[in-house]
């Protein structure tokens, strides 16, 4: 079975919940007292998909605006970007659009992008409507969904659409699907979070 690694990059405000994300998917855990990030982390996990197993190289970036010269560093040559914001905190909706921008500007031209509207278990509180993430979303052909890291929703289906949104590579080596440019990127829904 073919082994593929693809870097992906968390992005986002601070807060949000980028490294809760990571935590829950690589190591099925949740800590409500976890640190910001500083400058990013490391992680890895490998899961089969298809006839192929797909190694996440997954850096989590750090929210913090000190931080963001840096963000660039981690999303050159990444195969998907997770951008996260927490649908209780509007501004970090808008600042989702900012990290869009940026990636079009200077992102790899064939990155996966995936939008995570984060800490869904919190709906009472919600500020940023699904619709209204979900149209975003989609008018930029990206992945949506709406996640809780806390209680382990919609965490796996993020990497599980960003798998089947990499080009599959021939027994030749080559890519058998065109890349895919970003806005370019076929929409499909999501599961609804709560």
């Known amino acids: 079975m073919a082994l593929r690694e693809l870097k992906v990059c968390l992005l986002g405000d601070t807060g949000v919940g980028k490294t809760s994300i990571v935590w829950r998917f690589v190591e099925d855990s949740f ?21 192929e197993l797909h190694k996440f190289l997954i850096w989590d970036t750090a ?4 931080f963001r010269a840096l963000a660039p560093m981690y999303y050159r040559g990444s195969a998907a970007a997770v951008i996260v914001y927490d649908i209780t905190k509007e501004d970090s909706f808008q600042t989702l659009k900012n990290w869009v921008k940026e990636l079009r ?38 992945i949506f969904v709406e996640t809780s890291a806390k209680n382990a ?3 796996n289906e993020v990497f ?3 798998s089947k949104r990499i080009p599959v590579v021939d027994a030749a080596g ?12 076929v929409s499909e ?6």
């Open 189 to 194: 829904s999501r599961k609804t979070c709560c």
């Open 160 to 162: 599980t659409e960003i």
């Open 63 to 66: 929210g913090q605006e000190r």
């Open 105 to 142: 500007q200077h992102g790899p031209p064939n990155i996966v992008v995936a939008i995570a509207g984060n800490k869904c278990d919190l709906s009472d509180a919600r500020e940023v409507s699904e619709k209204d993430a979900k149209d975003y979303a989609e008018s930029i052909h990206a």
């Open 153 to 155: 929703i919609n965490i």
């Open 31 to 51: 800590d409500p007292n976890i640190n910001p990030t500083i400058g990013a982390s490391f992680m890895t996990k490998t899961v089969q998909y298809q006839n």
């Open 174 to 185: 080559g890519s058998s699907a065109k890349s895919i440019k970003l806005g370019r990127q």
